[in-house]
């Protein structure tokens, strides 16, 4: 793989969105440091791509899972000297949670804020090293996967929706503090996708209607692409039946 192939790293990408999105890129030309727990899936994936996919077994809520994996990346893109060592970063890892508020433990709610939101924080200021560039370089795109929920006020989700909340106010403050040195953060917000994880939740018949992974995947890549142009997008709504749509503009700080 030549070292100017652009490169991601995308969480979550054993299975559901994060592994259609590693599809996407792979589809595209890119080479991809694909992260998750279950190392199965990620051999797969780079046996299927040689030379092209780092598998990257790690938790992402754990200081010492992120901090390993980072080092692999850094040693692995160690000959991209001359422009940024990584291109864009997506945040898919995710659980999702279903329970009435005094059914939700204070475990359960730390620990889907801690994946939620901790992990796209930690892993991100872990990986900012690799995404300066020493030279002009198009600016590097990170994307944060939120969700309908952080837009409504779905009962008996309180953990998962306050945190995908949290999502929306990470981008924005990361996004402004990061677009001066080149790096923009924007958010995916899905409805219903058809994954593993809403086939463990939901029954068959509610997922009917439910998009595939890979359209979540081409609206994210198409963010990415934009981002690299110079453009700029904040956030994606893609609910089903309908196309994808951007959010209004924030207000910006000059
Ligand atoms: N599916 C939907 O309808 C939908 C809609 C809106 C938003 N979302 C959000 O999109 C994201 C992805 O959802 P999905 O439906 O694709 O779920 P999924 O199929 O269950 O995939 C979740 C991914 O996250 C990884 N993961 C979970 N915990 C992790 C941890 N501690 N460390 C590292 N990786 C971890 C899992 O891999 P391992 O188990 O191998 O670690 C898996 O690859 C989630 O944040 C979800 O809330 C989904």
């Known amino acids: 793989m030549p070292p100017w192939a652009p490169c991601v790293l995308i969480t979550g990408a054993s299975s559901g969105i994060g592994a259609a999105c590693a599809q996407r890129f ?12 279950r190392t199965g899936p990620l051999e797969l994936l780079a046996a299927a791509h040689p030379g092209r996919v780092l598998p990257l077994a790690a938790d992402v809520t754990q200081v010492a899972g992120v901090r390993g994996a980072v080092e692999r990346v850094r040693a692995w893109r160690q000959h991209s000297d001359l422009h940024a060592a990584l291109d864009a970063v ?9 329970a009435p508020m005094e059914r939700t433990s204070a475990a359960e709610f730390e620990r889907i804020w801690r994946l939620t939101v901790w992990a796209k924080f930690y892993l991100t200021r872990e990986l900012l090293p690799l995404l300066w560039a020493p030279g002009p370089a198009p600016p590097r795109a990170v994307v944060h996967l939120a969700s309908l929920a952080a837009h409504t ?21 990361q ?22 994880l809403t086939e463990r939740h939901f029954p068959a018949a509610a997922l009917e209607h439910a998009l595939p992974p890979g359209a979540i995947a081409d609206s994210l890549f198409g963010l990415v692409r934009t981002i690299r142009a110079g453009g700029y997008i904040g956030e994606i709504f893609h609910t089903p039946g309908e ?12």
């Open 153 to 173: 006020d779905f009962p008996d989700e309180t953990a998962y929706t306050s945190a995908m909340h949290g999502v929306l106010g990470l981008a924005r403050a």
């Open 26 to 37: 792979l589809a595209e030309g890119w080479t991809v440091a694909a992260l998750a727990r």
């Open 243 to 254: 196309a994808p749509r951007s959010a209004a503009p924030v207000l910006q700080k000059q």
């Open 90 to 98: 997506v945040h898919a890892a995710g659980d999702f949670l279903v």
């Open 175 to 196: 996004d402004a503090e990061l677009r001066a040195r080149g790096i923009r953060v924007s958010v995916v917000s899905p409805g219903l996708v058809r994954t593993p």
